[in-house]
């Protein structure tokens, strides 16, 4: 589970940087939310973190909104483990015999690529004016990634879902992450890892942000 799960976080904290990269606009609204709620001389905790059952007062809705989103957006593992039916079924249209083989293709399971007409584009935007909308379990708009498209949920899941909120946390709490001048973002070029799919390495300036003290 260790060696899963640093793959993944990896990959997923690649597209992470990419994308607060790409869309500074972002980047800047998650900083004025994260200065507005953690002080200064702190860290982000798990405790500003929204749950499934409730969004306090003073959380970070557009940190996890950017979290899921990159989840959605990245379809880190294209396709799943292969599985089979337990019983005779058809699923849009086609019929699948009981001991039948399959393999899911993630990346197609969000409604957001049926519903939403943009759906193949990142919109960290959509939804976080109301942050309860990546929280319910059944009603969310979107499924961010294979562990929550079935009940055999992945066993490192909940605590990649913590670790990713922190990592972009932190980035965003002390970085403005810009890409170089020769770093071209404005298409993603996709490269495939071990089945995992990341943005190919862009040269990127981490700029530490500097803060002036009120009085």
């Not at 909940?158 to 990592?167: I, K, S």
């Amino acid at each position: 589970m260790f060696q899963a799960g640093s793959d993944t976080i990896n990959n997923v904290l690649k597209w992470v940087v990419h994308l607060l990269a790409r869309y500074p606009d972002v980047a800047k609204r998650m900083q004025d939310q994260i200065d507005s709620v953690v002080p200064r001389d702190a860290m982000v905790s798990l405790n500003d973190k929204p749950s499934y059952f409730a969004v306090a007062v003073l959380s970070l809705p557009l940190v996890e909104a950017f979290v899921m989103e990159t989840l959605r957006y990245s379809s880190l593992l294209p396709i799943n483990v292969q599985r089979a039916a337990t019983r005779d079924t058809t699923i849009g249209g086609y019929f699948i015999p009981k001991g039948g083989n399959f393999i899911p293709k993630v990346g197609t399971l969000s409604p957001r690529w049926v519903l939403h007409p943009q759906g193949g584009y990142f919109i960290p935007n959509v939804g976080t004016s109301s942050p309860r909308w990546v929280f319910h379990p059944q009603g969310g708009y979107f499924i961010p990634k294979a562990g929550t498209s079935s009940p055999r949920q992945c066993a490192g899941e909940v605590l990649a879902r913590m670790e990713l909120f922190l990592f972009t946390a932190a980035i965003a709490q002390n970085f403005d992450v810009m890409p170089a001048p020769t770093a071209d973002l404005r298409r993603v070029k996709v490269a495939t890892l071990g089945g995992l799919r990341a943005p190919e390495d862009h040269e990127l300036i981490y700029r530490p942000r500097i803060y002036t003290q009120k009085n």
